[in-house]
Nanobody, 124 residues
Framework: QVQLVESGGGLVQAGGSLRLSCAAS????????MGWFRQAPGKEREFVAA????????YYAESVKGRFTISRENAKNTVYLQMSSLKPEDTAAYYC?????????????????WGQGTQVTVSS
C-alpha cells in the first residue's frame, strides 16, 4: 500500500519561501514518477511539478518555473518542493502524488496515489 504524507505548509508573506516534503512508503519507487499538484478554492486541481524517481528528470508548470524546485532524497524516500518568490496566487492546498511509470505526466488522472494535502497561504 503506497502512502504519501505531506508536510511543510503554512502561512508566508509574498516573496517568501517554503519547503514542502512528501514522505513516501509502501513501494520501491525507482520506476515511479512523483508529482506535486495544487488546488485553490473553487478551482480545479492543477499540475505544479514532477520528477522521475530514477534519474531525476523534472517537469514544471510554466507558472512556477524558475521559482519552484522539485527534488528527491533516495535515502529518506522523500520528495521536496522548494518554493521561492511566493505570490498570493500560489495560495492553495498542495498535494503529493505518485504514478508507476516514467513518462511525463501532468494530469491528475495519470496519478494513482495521493497524499492528504498541506495548505500553503501566501499573504500580500
Amino acid at each position: 500500500q503506497v502512502q504519501l504524507v505531506e508536510s511543510g505548509g503554512g502561512l508566508v508573506q509574498a516573496g517568501g519561501s517554503l519547503r514542502l516534503s512528501c514522505a513516501a512508503s509502501g513501494r520501491t519507487f525507482s520506476d515511479y514518477t512523483m508529482g506535486w499538484f495544487r488546488q485553490a478554492p473553487g478551482k480545479e486541481r492543477e499540475f505544479v511539478a514532477a520528477i522521475r524517481w530514477s534519474g531525476g528528470t523534472t517537469y514544471y508548470a510554466e507558472s512556477v518555473k524558475g521559482r519552484f524546485t522539485i527534488s528527491r532524497e533516495n535515502a529518506k524516500n522523500t520528495v521536496y518542493l522548494q518554493m521561492s518568490s511566493l505570490k498570493p496566487e500560489d495560495t492553495a492546498a498542495y498535494y503529493c502524488a505518485a504514478r508507476f511509470g516514467i513518462s511525463k505526466a501532468t494530469t491528475t488522472g495519470l496519478y494513482a496515489y495521493w497524499g492528504q494535502g498541506t495548505q500553503v497561504t501566501v499573504s500580500s
